[in-house]
């Protein structure tokens, strides 16, 4: 069977209109999520938490992690102490606004339970005050 050059240019057109509504209805059944409802207003801030982050960069050793079978704990240095002894702790998940999480906790019950943690990669924001001075550590961690 010989294509003429019109029936070629006619295929060509609907190949392309056929590409082009695959990728509209691609990005129009795609989820997008902010990483905060409030974003612009905590713009304005952005200064302040940067300057936490340098202060927070002194212990960026000390203050980790350690995962097990019961949850996550918060591991501190010796005699660190905080303003009310509390930390917050903000758990970003990239992929699910929905399944970001919160805490405050205290520093002598520095445990976060397994059964509030879904398995995947969180980026955490752990700060404190001292001598109302704000600090701040970020790190990215994997539940297993």
């Keep these: 069977m010989k294509i003429n050059w019109g029936t070629g240019i006619t295929i ?4 392309f209109m056929g590409y082009i509504l695959l990728m509209v209805f691609k990005a129009t059944s795609t989820t997008q999520h902010l990483q905060a409802e409030d974003y612009y207003s905590q713009e304005i801030g952005y200064q ?3 300057d ?3 202060l927070g960069d002194d212990f960026s050793k000390s203050v980790r992690f350690i995962q097990d079978s019961n949850g996550l704990e918060l591991l501190m240095p010796e005699g660190f ?3 009310h002894n509390k930390v917050d ?3 970003f998940r990239p992929n699910d606004s929905a399944l970001d999480l919160q805490y405050s906790i205290h520093i002598n019950e520095p445990f976060i339970e397994r059964k509030k943690l879904l398995t995947g990669t969180y980026k955490v924001t752990i700060s404190w005050k001292k001598d109302n001075v704000d600090y701040a ?3 990215e961690i994997k539940i297993k």
Excluded: G
Excluded at 12 to 15: D, E, K, P, R, S
């Design 12 to 15: 060509a057109i609907i190949l």
């Design 48 to 50: 302040t938490k940067i």
């Design 52 to 54: 936490a982050l340098r």
């Design 81 to 83: 102490m905080t303003d």
């Design 89 to 91: 702790i903000y758990m």
């Design 137 to 139: 550590l970020e790190s």
